[in-house]
């Protein structure tokens, strides 16, 4: 996957953006307005014009943009087109919600493979996706040719599971412990934190109520 040069913030609303204007397009809208998108997805006109500047001129004045030319432009940057699997390490409470979830509407992403220590679980099928021993993980991931893992065991275990998951060539963590897991350059950590989350938007309500908090 080509990894284009544009800043996090933009690469985390690409997304949000491909779901609405998937939404427009199901909808029957052909075209678009920056503001249009701004009243929809809550980010500011200038923002978006902002992001998607970033990837040529992609808005025509006073006509806006292209919903379908939109939407494959970004169908390729959020690889939409392929099936994308993700492995999950540790069915716990957590895992097990986020694989009952299992990203389906509205994204090429699924949980394919679960691997955790429990030997109830081992060798079962939840939620539709199988359940292998922890100790299969590297072969699994290997020959299933996995690229990208959720990481939901205990804080305890996350470094050695993320040292395995390494071993095993994983290039990205979605990691939900509270760790803050080493890895080589070459792989990528992106860290969920809930607690996080809640702070950043506590923080903003009480310090800029007035303002747009995106
Ligand atoms: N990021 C967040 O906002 C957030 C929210 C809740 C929980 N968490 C974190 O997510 C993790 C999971 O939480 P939970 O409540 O689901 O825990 P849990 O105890 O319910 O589940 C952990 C699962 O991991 C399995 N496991 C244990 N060691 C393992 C190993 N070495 N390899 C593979 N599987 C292993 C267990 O058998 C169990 O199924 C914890 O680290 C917790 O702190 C994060």
Redo the contacts with the bound molecule.
Sequence with gaps: MAEPSIPRATAKRLPIYYRYLKFLLDAGKTRVSSTELSDAVKFDAATIRRDFSYFGALGKRGYGYDVESLLDFFAKILNQDTLTNVAL?????????LLNFNFHKNSNVRVSAV????QE?INTIQSGVPVYD?KD?VNQIQDQRIEIAI????????Q??TDLLVKAGIKGILN????RVTVPEKVRVQ???????LQTLIYFIENYSEQSIN
């Design positions: 390490i540790g069915l716990g409470n957590l895992g097990h919600a691997f955790d220590i429990n679980l922890i993980m990481l939901t065991v205990p804080q305890s275990e996350a050695a599971t939900f412990t509270p760790l860290n969920v934190d809930l607690t996080n989350e």
